[in-house]
């Protein structure tokens, strides 16, 4: 499966943006989605996951309450809304696909996308 992240950019601090991962190749709907992000100088962390069916939903404490992972099978894309955003949200966000369900473990996830840059100004 291919993976096409966007949506990113340049907000304010509390602003929202919406990141959209498109997938093309193989089926979508059995592949669990994930959002991870890396900043300049720090690991990649994971963000987000959902369920290939979109049922279960994961997240890092750090953002919980203020971004939204989504899916939409007939379109063959995932999303993450994100509100409220902070400075410390800044990285580059990428989204990935596994066929068993890793949730956090972003190590697990065989196809990944490139990155999409989300800078949130102070």
């Known amino acids: 499966v291919q993976l096409q992240a966007s949506g990113g950019g340049l907000v304010q601090a509390g602003g929202s943006l919406r990141l959209s991962c498109a997938a093309s190749?193989?089926?979508?709907?059995?592949?669990?989605m994930g959002w991870s992000r890396q900043a300049p100088g720090k690991e990649r962390e994971f963000v987000a996951a959902?369920?290939?069916?979109?049922?279960?939903?994961f997240y890092v404490d750090s953002v919980k309450g203020r971004f939204t992972i989504s899916r939409d099978n007939a379109n063959n894309t995932v999303y993450l809304q994100m509100n409220s955003l902070k400075p410390e949200d800044t990285a580059v966000y990428y989204c990935?696909?596994?066929?068993?369900?890793?949730?956090?473990?972003?190590?697990?996830?065989?196809?990944w996308g490139q990155g999409t840059q989300v800078t949130v100004s102070s």
């Open positions: 990935a696909a596994s066929r068993t369900w890793y949730g956090s473990q972003i190590e697990g996830y065989a196809y």
């Open positions: 190749g193989r089926t979508f709907s059995p592949y669990h």
């Open positions: 959902i369920s290939w069916s979109g049922r279960y939903t």
